[in-house]
């Protein structure tokens, strides 16, 4: 069972069957990533087009007058189905399950008439996406849990990917200017080489972490006025942040060093970003991930 109302997580796996729903004479399932197709008269959005099989559609047919009598019936006959790629190689691609045009359609005749029903596909239907990543090169030590060293280069990835971690260190002799207050607290994140076959981030979020280890938002998050940024800044080619009360606050020793760069929309996007470590530019350090402090005496 999958219920609208639930959180699931995207590495969290549910039962499914082993029956494989698609017809024989499927073949492979081509995408094509142009936007609209022309189908007869019909312009439709694009996206992929399954073929169920025959013996499903008769279990559907045949399943009795009962099944159909409200949405619950329907769904403790029928819990849903699972799509997943069987490519080697690995892909990922988004759908949209809320499109108007994305359904499953049942056809069916009788003696008089050919025609068919759709099963809707809303915000009324439990969905989730469940990822699974195999990281190679110098990014092959993440699939054992372990960290990699971003000094140079740094990897922020939707999809249940990656995330930064950063502390700022020798932070704290800011305390030795009596009476100092942080007026503006600007973390600058600059791009590495962009690589235009993926989709970069136009949002990162930025979190801390609390006492017991748990990703927490920033204060600064929740301070009315204030803007904390997290865009793509196009001029600068960064994301920029703004985390005065979060840098006060860890100066007064209310929080903890640690900062999460993540990605937005996480768990229904693929986007990935590669981005600029510290040490990333030793002759040009405009180019490295820095924080620019303001503050008076």
């Not at 329907?74 to 949209?96: D, H, I, P, Q, T």
């Not at 029903?117 to 469940?130: K, P």
């Not at 996480?266 to 470590?277: D, E, F």
């Amino acid at each position: 069972d999958m219920y609208v109302d639930s959180a699931y997580y995207s590495n969290q796996d549910l039962a499914y069957g082993t029956e494989n729903l698609v017809h024989p004479d499927q073949g492979i399932t081509k995408v094509s990533f142009v936007d609209l197709v022309t189908i007869g008269e019909d312009t439709l959005r694009n996206g992929i087009k399954i073929r169920m099989s025959s013996e499903f559609a008769d279990r559907l047919i045949n399943a009795g007058v009962d099944v159909y009598n409200s949405n619950d019936d329907f769904l403790e006959y029928f819990k849903g189905v699972y799509v997943r790629s069987v490519s080697g190689n690995g892909a990922v691609l988004r759908f949209n399950t809320l499109d108007s045009q994305s359904r499953m359609r049942l056809f069916y005749h009788n003696d008089t008439d050919t025609t068919f029903f759709d099963f809707n596909l809303n915000s009324l239907c439990a969905t989730y996406n469940r990822f699974e990543h195999g990281y190679q090169g110098d990014l092959s030590p993440i699939n054992y849990g372990e960290a990699i060293d971003g000094s140079q280069k740094a990897y922020i990835q939707a999809g249940s990917g990656l995330k930064t971690r950063i502390t700022l260190p020798h932070i704290e002799n800011l305390n030795l200017i009596e009476g100092r207050t942080i007026n503006r607290a600007e973390l600058i994140v600059p791009i590495a080489d962009y690589d235009n076959r993926y989709r970069k981030q136009l949002n990162l979020f930025i979190l801390t972490q609390n006492e017991a280890g748990e990703d927490v938002s920033v204060p600064d998050q929740s301070l009315f006025g204030v803007d904390i940024g997290g865009g793509f800044n196009e001029e600068l080619q960064s994301y920029v942040f703004n985390v005065p009360r979060y840098t006060q606050q860890l100066l007064n020793g209310d929080q903890e060093n640690v900062l999460l760069l993540v990605s937005s929309n996480s768990g229904v996007t693929a986007t990935r970003v590669v981005v600029n470590g510290p040490e990333a530019s030793p002759d040009d350090p405009s180019q490295n991930m820095r924080l620019v402090l303001t503050y008076s005496e």
